[in-house]
Protein backbone atom coordinates (compact mmCIF):
# COMPACT_ATOMS: atom_id res chain seq x y z
CA UNK A 1 0.00 0.00 0.00
CA UNK A 2 0.88 3.56 -0.65
CA UNK A 3 -0.09 6.70 1.01
CA UNK A 4 0.62 10.43 0.01
CA UNK A 5 -0.86 13.68 2.08
CA UNK A 6 -0.14 16.88 0.43
CA UNK A 7 0.41 19.99 1.82
CA UNK A 8 0.78 23.47 1.11
CA UNK A 9 -2.52 24.88 -0.33
CA UNK A 10 -3.77 28.43 0.78
CA UNK A 11 -5.42 31.64 -0.47
CA UNK A 12 -3.35 34.14 -2.50
CA UNK A 13 -3.93 36.88 -4.93
CA UNK A 14 -4.41 36.44 -8.62
CA UNK A 15 -0.51 36.45 -9.99
CA UNK A 16 1.28 35.18 -6.89
CA UNK A 17 2.85 31.39 -6.23
CA UNK A 18 2.08 28.61 -4.15
CA UNK A 19 3.87 25.23 -3.75
CA UNK A 20 2.44 22.49 -3.37
CA UNK A 21 4.43 18.95 -1.82
CA UNK A 22 2.98 15.45 -1.72
CA UNK A 23 4.69 13.24 0.76
CA UNK A 24 4.81 9.47 -0.19
CA UNK A 25 5.06 6.66 2.54
CA UNK A 26 4.92 3.08 2.52
CA UNK A 27 5.39 0.67 -0.61
CA UNK A 28 7.10 3.66 -2.72
CA UNK A 29 8.94 1.15 -4.54
CA UNK A 30 6.05 0.20 -6.44
CA UNK A 31 5.18 3.82 -7.73
CA UNK A 32 6.18 4.17 -11.23
CA UNK A 33 3.51 7.46 -12.01
CA UNK A 34 2.97 10.77 -9.85
CA UNK A 35 0.32 13.58 -11.04
CA UNK A 36 -1.50 16.16 -9.70
CA UNK A 37 -5.48 16.76 -10.47
CA UNK A 38 -7.54 19.40 -9.41
CA UNK A 39 -11.33 19.76 -9.05
CA UNK A 40 -13.22 23.36 -9.16
CA UNK A 41 -16.85 23.02 -7.50
CA UNK A 42 -19.55 21.45 -9.75
CA UNK A 43 -16.51 20.54 -12.35
CA UNK A 44 -14.91 16.92 -12.97
CA UNK A 45 -11.39 16.19 -11.55
CA UNK A 46 -9.11 17.40 -14.25
CA UNK A 47 -5.43 16.44 -14.81
CA UNK A 48 -2.98 19.43 -14.22
CA UNK A 49 0.78 17.31 -14.17
CA UNK A 50 2.25 14.18 -14.30
CA UNK A 51 6.14 13.26 -13.33
CA UNK A 52 7.46 9.51 -13.81
CA UNK A 53 9.04 8.54 -10.49
CA UNK A 54 12.02 7.07 -12.15
CA UNK A 55 12.50 9.29 -14.82
CA UNK A 56 12.80 12.85 -16.04
CA UNK A 57 9.70 12.77 -18.14
CA UNK A 58 6.93 15.21 -17.07
CA UNK A 59 3.75 16.37 -18.68
CA UNK A 60 1.45 19.63 -18.60
CA UNK A 61 -1.79 20.46 -19.10
CA UNK A 62 -2.36 22.87 -21.36
CA UNK A 63 -4.00 25.60 -19.12
CA UNK A 64 -0.84 25.23 -16.70
CA UNK A 65 2.05 25.11 -19.08
CA UNK A 66 4.38 27.35 -18.34
CA UNK A 67 2.89 28.67 -15.15
CA UNK A 68 3.71 25.53 -13.03
CA UNK A 69 6.27 22.73 -12.68
CA UNK A 70 6.28 19.51 -11.12
CA UNK A 71 9.37 17.59 -9.82
CA UNK A 72 10.37 15.67 -7.58
CA UNK A 73 12.75 14.51 -4.58
CA UNK A 74 13.27 10.66 -4.50
CA UNK A 75 15.22 11.29 -1.40
CA UNK A 76 12.38 12.90 0.33
CA UNK A 77 9.49 10.40 -1.59
CA UNK A 78 8.41 13.79 -2.17
CA UNK A 79 6.66 15.67 -5.73
CA UNK A 80 6.28 19.22 -5.69
CA UNK A 81 4.16 21.38 -7.56
CA UNK A 82 5.61 24.84 -8.42
CA UNK A 83 2.63 27.39 -9.37
CA UNK A 84 3.36 30.52 -10.77
CA UNK A 85 1.04 33.69 -12.17
CA UNK A 86 -1.60 31.93 -10.60
CA UNK A 87 -5.40 32.76 -12.27
CA UNK A 88 -8.60 32.87 -10.24
CA UNK A 89 -9.61 29.79 -12.31
CA UNK A 90 -6.70 27.99 -11.04
CA UNK A 91 -9.27 27.98 -7.71
CA UNK A 92 -10.09 24.05 -6.84
CA UNK A 93 -9.05 21.62 -4.47
CA UNK A 94 -5.80 19.87 -5.68
CA UNK A 95 -5.14 16.11 -5.30
CA UNK A 96 -1.92 14.03 -5.29
CA UNK A 97 -2.53 11.12 -6.85
CA UNK A 98 -0.35 7.85 -7.38
CA UNK A 99 -0.08 4.82 -9.44
CA UNK A 100 1.45 1.70 -10.15
CA UNK A 101 1.90 1.78 -13.81
CA UNK A 102 4.14 3.77 -16.12
CA UNK A 103 1.99 6.37 -18.06
CA UNK A 104 3.20 8.85 -20.27
CA UNK A 105 0.71 12.01 -21.13
CA UNK A 106 -2.23 13.23 -19.98
CA UNK A 107 -4.20 10.57 -17.79
CA UNK A 108 -7.40 10.26 -16.53
CA UNK A 109 -7.92 9.70 -12.66
CA UNK A 110 -8.94 6.33 -13.30
CA UNK A 111 -4.83 5.65 -14.13
CA UNK A 112 -4.41 6.34 -10.44
CA UNK A 113 -4.44 3.69 -7.81
CA UNK A 114 -3.59 5.83 -4.47
CA UNK A 115 -5.12 9.84 -3.92
CA UNK A 116 -4.62 12.23 -1.25
CA UNK A 117 -7.42 14.08 0.61
CA UNK A 118 -7.00 17.25 -1.32
CA UNK A 119 -5.37 20.86 -0.61
CA UNK A 120 -7.89 23.90 -1.56
CA UNK A 121 -5.83 26.64 -3.30
CA UNK A 122 -8.22 29.67 -3.39
CA UNK A 123 -6.66 32.63 -6.35
CA UNK A 124 -8.45 35.77 -5.40
CA UNK A 125 -8.72 38.34 -8.43
Known amino acids: QVQVVESGGGLVQAGGSLRLSCAAS????????MAWFRQAPGKEREFVAS????????YYADSVKGRFTISRDNAKNTVYLQMNSLKPEDTGVYYC??????????????????WGQGTQVTVSS
Open 51 to 58: ISWRGIST
Open 26 to 33: GRTSSIYT
Open 97 to 114: AASNSAYYGKTPPTYYNY
